[in-house]
Every structure is written in C-alpha cells, then in structure tokens.
C-alpha cells in the first residue's frame, strides 16, 4: 500500500513537472504551422504571388513524300516579386510527333519522336497589356532526317528509320502581350532565339500563344 501511494505521488509530480513543458512546445508547433499555413494558403505571401500559365500544340503537316502529326503542351508557373510587375519562373516543353512517310527502301514507314525542354524565365510587364520576356532553355530534338528526294532514311542494319537526338541551349529574348484583366487571360508572344546555330535552317523565331491564370 506505501508503495502505491509513493509510485502515484511520484506519478503525479512527474505530471504535474511535465505539463507546462508540454503546453509549452504544442503551443510553439502552433504557431509554426499557423505560420506555415498563413504562408501557402490565398491570403498569406506564397500562393498569393503564384501565377499560372500554359500552351498546347496541336497540328498536321505533309509534303509529297511524308506526313506529320504532332501535339505538345507547356506548362509554366511564375512568382511575382516586388510590385507585381516582375515575375519569375520555370517552363517546360513537351512535344510528340508522328511521322508517317515513304522511305529510301521504298516503303511506308511510321516513326515516332518526343522532343522536351525545360528552362528558367523572367518577365517585366511595363504596362498592363505588354511584357519583356527572357528565357534560357535546355532542349532535346529527336530529329528525323531525311534525303534530297524528302524520303526518310532506312537503316537495314536496325531495320528502322533513322533517328538523332540534338542537345542545345537557346536563349530567347522578346515581347508578349496578354489580355488578363482577372484571373483568367491568354497571351502571344513573340520570342527571337540569339543562340540559333548558324548551320540550323528553321528560323530562330518563335511564336507562342497560352492561357494564364493570375498573371
């Protein structure tokens, strides 16, 4: 019987001992999730700095020998800094294309490629419809050559078309206007690529038009 009674005295000190200890530190993770909470959620800085944005490619092309169908999206997220006006961000770029055409052995062939990218930009919009764009992008080509005659090239080695993958940075520098005058809002731009290679026979222009949200 003493020894119940000490064991429950001694319980009831270390108790007593430990609770404001306790109280003391949920109160403290409280206050660092309200933090984190009032962070993230619409009324704090975070999300409320977020915008959103976005294109999706979608078309068909054919020459005498060959025809192509391709489809892409790229999806972009920008954090606006200091009044607004500036943002940053990530984008990245997915195409998929399909190629079905006529090669040199003489046959149909159908050959896929996927070409992606990612890459950092930032914008300055200096009055509300308009905006300077910058952007360093990393970008893999899958490239389908093809003859003088427009025919794929057959490799009877593999048994399949001939396929290169491209590596290459550019660099865009332009100007994009955007209809957002609420949440929702589409933009064009028109962007030039100043690290076009030389021997590269597209043209180093490049037209965008997306959907935002936000911006």
Same mark, same amino acid.
């Given at each position: ?8 005295? &001694?319980?009831?000190?270390? +108790?007593?001992? #430990?609770?404001?200890?306790?109280? /003391?530190?949920? %109160?403290? *993770? ?75 052995? &003489?046959?149909?062939?159908? +050959?896929?490629? #996927?070409?992606?990218?990612?890459? /950092?930009?930032? %914008?300055? *919009? ?90």
């Amino acid at each position: 019987m003493k020894r119940f009674l000490l064991f429950s005295l &001694l319980t009831t000190l270390l +108790v007593t001992a #430990l609770t404001p200890d306790l109280d /003391a530190q949920s %109160r403290r *993770k409280k206050k660092k999730s309200s933090r984190v909470d009032e962070y993230f959620d619409e009324s704090g800085n975070f999300a409320s700095h977020l915008w959103y944005g976005g294109g999706f490619n979608l078309g068909f092309s054919g020459t005498g020998e060959s025809n192509t169908f391709f489809v892409g999206i790229s999806p972009m997220v920008g954090y606006k800094l200091f009044d607004g006006n500036l943002s940053i961000g990530p984008r990245i770029a997915l195409d998929y294309l399909l190629v079905k055409g006529r090669a040199t052995d &003489l046959r149909i062939h159908k +050959v896929n490629s #996927l070409n992606f990218s990612i890459g /950092a930009f930032a %914008r300055y *919009k200096f009055i509300p419809a308009l905006f300077a764009h910058v952007e360093v992008e990393n970008q893999s080509l899958n490239r389908i050559p093809i003859d003088f005659r427009g025919l794929l090239i057959y490799d009877p080695a593999t048994d399949s078309i001939e396929k290169s993958r491209e590596l290459r940075q550019n660099f865009y520098l332009g100007l994009g206007y955007t209809s957002s005058t609420g949440l929702w809002g589409y933009e064009i731009l028109f962007l030039y690529n100043l690290n076009q290679p030389e021997d590269e026979i597209d043209l180093p222009i490049n037209f965008r038009f997306g959907i935002t949200y936000n911006f």
